[in-house]
C-alpha cells in the first residue's frame, strides 16, 4: 500500500497541494490561521501609540498574513481534490464577490468516500 509509505504531517498539510483532506481538517485549519491573524490585528489595535511595539506587531502580522495564504490555498486546493475537483478552482477565493460563498461550500460539501485521481482517501497525501 503506497498511502502507509506517506503518513499526513503538518508540512504535507500546510504546504503541499498534493492528496486530499476532508472538512473537518479543512475547517480547523482555516480556523487556525484566522486565529492568528485576529490575534496579531487585535494587538496591532490595542497599540496604537507605541512605536516599538507596534512594528514588533506588524512584523508578526505580515509573517502570519503571507503564511496563512499560502497554506489556506494548499488546504483548499486538497479539499477541492476531496470533491473531486482540480485544485486550479482555488482562484474563486481570490475573487471577492465570491469568495466567502466557495469557502462555506468547501466547509459543508462532502467529499468523495472512494479513491479518486487526487488521492487514495481522505487525508491522506497523494501516492
Known amino acids: 500500500m503506497t498511502q502507509l509509505n506517506r503518513r499526513p504531517d503538518m ?8 492528496g486530499r483532506v476532508g472538512r473537518r481538517t479543512f475547517s480547523l485549519s482555516w480556523l487556525f490561521w484566522m486565529m492568528l491573524n485576529g490575534f496579531s490585528s487585535t494587538n496591532i489595535a490595542l ?24 497554506s489556506a490555498t494548499m488546504v483548499s486546493i486538497k479539499r477541492l481534490h476531496d470533491i473531486g475537483y482540480s485544485g486550479v478552482f482555488v ?9 466567502f460563498l466557495v469557502l462555506l461550500l468547501l466547509c459543508i460539501w462532502p467529499g468523495e468516500k ?3 485521481k487526487f488521492g487514495p482517501a481522505t487525508d491522506w497525501p497523494a501516492a
Open 11 to 18: 508540512t504535507w498539510l500546510l504546504s503541499s497541494p498534493s
Open 47 to 70: 497599540h496604537p501609540g507605541s512605536e516599538e511595539t507596534l512594528s514588533g506587531w506588524m512584523i508578526l502580522f505580515l509573517i502570519t498574513a503571507i503564511a496563512s495564504l499560502i
Open 91 to 99: 482562484l474563486a477565493l481570490f475573487i471577492p464577490a465570491v469568495s
Open 114 to 116: 472512494q479513491a479518486n
